[in-house]
């Protein structure tokens, strides 16, 4: 009987692993913190503070390192935060104006605060990847989503670090995307406005986006508000999308984030992207959100 030679594992230049990923030295140490203590848990993105109680009011110096976690981390978390809402919102102002969502209504008397519920009877999750509120011409700086209730288990957070996923990329990708850019709108999310008159907005943002402070680059599309790629066939621009969209999936790229009640996680929405994890129905998750408004209109600065 013919015998066929044992199947070779591939080795050298025909790696059977497609994906190693050395994420970009930025060439800055880390910052040194003295009134808090910052762990970081994974390599791409994201960290747990400790040491602060956001009851008080921060700091300079307390809100001073906050600021550089978040820059550094990209996204950072809190434990055990029994904070009012008037508390929460000060906390945000701390950053900058607070934003006002154009279509959800806030609680009443708080029109900053973005409430996301989901029970038995009302099932909310934004499940797909996205940064928020991208459709707006100087989006936002980023997030502090605070856990009012939780499920027994599930109702986790996944965020992505879109400098490693850019990082992530060939540089023939990487010059390819660098010079397009593409449309963010609201619509086909929140649908028509009442008035015909009122239109739902919407902007056109660089694929690529230097971030203010780090000029580190990331990815600036995202699978929820991101609607074409400026200058483009339809097919050509679904093929671009769907790719970064399935490159953004690697989980080399993530954090994923367990909630307990009062935790709170602090998300730079010009380098991140999130989505919730709708594993805990019908159990009830309650989470409030205040966004951060930014002036800083997206940009690419090639490095
Ligand atoms: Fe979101």
Not at 133 to 150: C, D, H, Q
Not at 218 to 236: A, Q, R
Not at 253 to 271: G, L, P, T, Y
């Amino acid at each position: 009987m013919d015998q066929k030679p044992a199947q070779t594992v591939l080795k050298g230049s025909n790696r059977i692993w497609e994906n190693e990923f050395r994420l970009a030295d930025t060439g800055k140490s880390a910052p040194a913190y003295e009134t808090i203590q910052v762990r970081r848990l994974s390599p791409a993105l994201g960290a747990e503070i400790s040491g602060v109680d956001l009851r008080q009011p921060l700091g300079n110096q307390t809100f001073q390192e906050i600021h550089d976690a978040l820059v550094d981390n990209q996204v950072i978390f809190f434990r055990d935060q029994d904070i009012t809402m008037d508390q929460h919102k000060d906390f945000g102002r701390r950053f900058g104006p607070l934003h006002v969502h154009p279509v959800i209504p806030g609680p009443e008397g708080h029109p900053e605060i973005l409430e996301l519920h989901s029970d038995e009877k009302a099932q909310y999750s934004a499940s797909a990847w996205h940064s928020d509120v991208t459709f707006e011409k100087t989006p936002n700086l980023g997030s502090i989503l605070i856990a009012r209730a939780m499920p027994d288990a599930g109702g986790d957070t996944e965020f992505a670090s879109m400098h490693a996923a850019y990082e992530g990329l060939s540089d023939k990708w990487r010059h390819f995307l660098s010079g397009l850019e593409a449309e963010h709108g609201s619509e086909h999310v929140f649908g028509r406005p009442k008035n015909e008159k009122d239109l739902r907005p919407n902007a056109v943002h660089p694929v690529l986006r230097t971030h203010p402070l780090s000029g580190r680059t990331g990815i600036f599309v995202n699978s929820v508000f991101t609607t074409k790629i400026m200058g483009m066939k339809p097919k050509e621009s679904m093929a671009v999308l769907d790719f970064l969209y399935c490159h953004i999936e690697t989980p080399e790229f993530h954090v994923r984030f367990k909630w307990e009640v009062n935790s709170i996680a602090f998300w730079d929405n010009r380098s991140t992207q999130h989505r919730a994890i709708a594993d805990y129905f019908p159990q009830t998750r309650t989470m409030q959100r205040v966004t951060v408004n930014s002036d800083d209109v997206p940009h690419y600065r090639p490095n």
